[in-house]
């Protein structure tokens, strides 16, 4: 059964722990997570791109897959299934198609206009019991064709759209998606205890969260992020552990080429990653 992020997010703030976010990308992807928060008892959020959304036949397709999942599979953890940078139009649509939980960022409006966009969405996925992340000061990379200069955001614009009763918030505060170049300033701590102090109890969200340093991963934390979003990691380890298994001709032999076969490394990859970062958050056993 799929659950708002709500109330797993109001623990970790509680309990000063974060909750990963781990976008998925295929059956493989799918599975290696969930799997993996089970066997962890770890509260989980399965997060989509609008692009890998189309890449994996719409949100329907999506929602039927990993409903089926945590059923055949006998999951029992918390699972939130999230849409990441949604548009407008894309929030909407998952809504509809079933998603648990939902980001709208409006962080390339000015703050007015996201703020008219974010309030029409919390009355929309409210309604439905469906949780609501919002963004204010855009994060850094390209994500899916979402570009963002990685500004720092403005507590006070953070704390209008707290107000609007979102669920959780994305503050820019210098984080980058993809790989961080060598010469990366790091976070913005002291923009980030401001926005914590404007914003009260409500969850705060870190996107970019491959190659942060784990200290600040753990700073973080202690300021009141309670999400982390992991995607290019999994996709760099899943990568690496598929070219190790070509490479090595081990597809050459046998029926080496049997996709099950062919993927198993890249899945145990992600499997292995995943644990590590849920160890780091500290959500293990926080089912």
Request: hydrophobic share 40%; with cysteine.
């Amino acid at each position: 059964m799929l659950v708002s992020a709500k109330e797993m997010l109001t623990k970790a703030k509680e309990g000063k722990y974060a909750v990963g976010q781990f976008n998925i990308n295929n059956l493989e992807w799918t599975k290696a997570v969930l799997i993996t928060a089970q066997e962890n008892n770890s509260p989980v959020i399965l997060g989509v791109s609008e692009g890998a959304g189309k890449y994996m036949g719409g949100y329907d397709t999506i929602v039927g897959m990993v409903k089926g999942m945590i059923k055949d599979l006998k999951i029992t953890v918390p699972v939130a299934l999230h849409l990441d940078h949604g548009s407008y139009d894309g929030a909407k649509k998952v809504i509809e198609a079933g998603f648990s939980s939902v980001m709208f960022d409006g962080s390339h409006y000015p703050i007015d206009e996201n703020i008219e966009k974010t309030k029409e969405i919390v009355s929309l996925a409210h309604a439905k019991g469906i949780s609501v992340e919002a963004e204010v000061g855009s994060i850094g990379g390209e994500e899916d064709g979402v570009v963002g200069k990685g500004e720092v955001a403005d507590p006070k614009e953070c704390k209008l759209i707290a107000n609007l009763g979102v669920d959780m918030l994305a503050a820019g505060i210098g984080n980058i998606h993809g790989k961080y170049p060598e010469n990366w300033a790091g976070l913005a701590f002291d923009a980030l205890e401001e926005i914590q102090k404007l914003t009260g109890t409500l969850p705060l969200v870190l996107h970019g969260g491959t190659g942060i340093p784990e200290e600040m991963v753990k700073k973080s934390i202690s300021l009141g992020v309670s999400k982390i979003n992991v995607n290019t990691e999994c996709q760099v380890v899943f990568a690496a552990a598929t070219r190790k298994y070509i490479e090595e001709g081990k597809d050459l032999k046998g029926k080496g080429f049997d996709p099950r076969k062919l993927l198993a490394p890249g899945f145990e990859a992600i499997k292995q990653t995943v644990k590590e970062k849920m160890e780091l958050f500290g959500s293990v056993n926080k089912a």
